[in-house]
């Protein structure tokens, strides 16, 4: 139990190391124990992606089958471009958020099935201790499996470890595509926004102030690439050289492009290889990633624009 709360993260507090050795023998436990944990979860999480977008891939192959656009026998007549869009296609991040949602309401509900009996909690009380247990928040005011003894206490253990594990990695998921969800949303918004103040804005600081470069004229001048790890700054040399002040969008872009060519060279390393940028990447500001972003990046249909 000690080992479960504390590589899933829950951290609850309630059993901890009391002597010196044992807190220098938890630092390394737990740097060892955490870190194969979180891969572990990655790789779930990947796994779980791949099964679920298999699964939605055939219902979606099955209703065009239905439908009379794909041939039943596979050959390929005159549906060859609903085939080769199908061999693309890509599940819906809502439709995955809402299959990971009733996953985790279900373990939920069975784990509190078992803690209500066995603890004396009620079952609010236990569908709450699973949410912060789950999400590795840990308030530690109820923690599972601490009186001295139970009916089938090996049994139980067992079955609080299972249920602990397979809950974090669900809600860990789950956390994940909502992110996803969150960044399109922001993405929408910021495109709305920018649709709507963009103009007025360019026209009140080319108006208020005489040496701030329009969006325009930057894009036309600069030439930025990230395959090419190159920036062109001859106009923002330009300016320093005369004594002009830098625009606050010629800082904010060559941050950018910065943090891009970082985070490219951080996953090339890790993958060993160069890593190909597709077209979605390249327009969206926050595809791509490291880690879990990455993995529902790559699984998933990008929302923002199509969906």
Not at 95 to 105: K, P
Not at 198 to 205: I, P, T
Not at 218 to 236: K, L
């Amino acid at each position: 139990f000690f080992s479960t709360v504390l590589f899933c993260l829950p951290g609850f507090g309630m059993t901890t190391p009391a002597t010196v050795g044992g807190k220098i023998f938890l630092i390394f436990y737990g740097l060892i124990g955490c870190a194969g944990t979180i891969l572990f979860f990655n790789l779930f999480l990947e796994r779980l992606i791949t099964v679920i977008a298999y699964v939605m891939k055939s219902c979606h192959e099955r209703q065009l089958r239905r439908k009379g656009v794909l041939p039943h026998n596979g050959r390929r007549g005159s549906g060859t471009s609903e085939v080769d869009s199908l061999a693309g296609w890509k599940p819906s991040v809502y439709y995955v958020m809402l299959i990971l949602c009733v996953a985790s309401l279900i373990i939920s509900c069975c784990a509190s099935a078992m803690y209500t009996p066995i603890e004396g909690w009620s079952y609010f009380d236990s569908l709450y201790f699973c949410f912060v247990a789950f999400s590795t928040i840990g308030f530690g005011d109820l923690v599972s499996s601490q009186n001295i003894k139970y009916e089938s206490q090996g049994l139980y253990r067992f079955g609080n470890f299972v249920f602990i594990l397979m809950g974090v990695c669900c809600i860990y998921s789950l956390f994940n595509v909502i992110s996803i969800v969150i960044k399109q949303s922001i993405n929408w918004i910021l495109k709305k926004l920018d649709c709507r103040c963009c103009h007025r804005c360019q026209r009140k600081l080319f108006r208020s102030r005489r040496n701030v470069v329009m969006p325009g004229n930057v894009r036309g001048r600069r030439n930025i690439s990230i395959e090419t790890d190159v920036i062109n700054e001859s106009d923002t040399d330009g300016r320093r050289l005369s004594g002009e002040m830098i625009s606050m969008k010629d800082f904010l872009a060559s941050n950018k492009v910065s943090l891009a060519i970082m985070q490219k060279q951080l996953s090339e390393t890790a993958n060993g290889y160069p890593r190909q940028m597709s077209s979605n990447s390249k327009q969206n500001g926050f595809s791509g990633g490291v880690g879990a972003l990455a993995i529902m990046n790559n699984r998933l249909a990008e929302t923002s624009v199509d969906r």
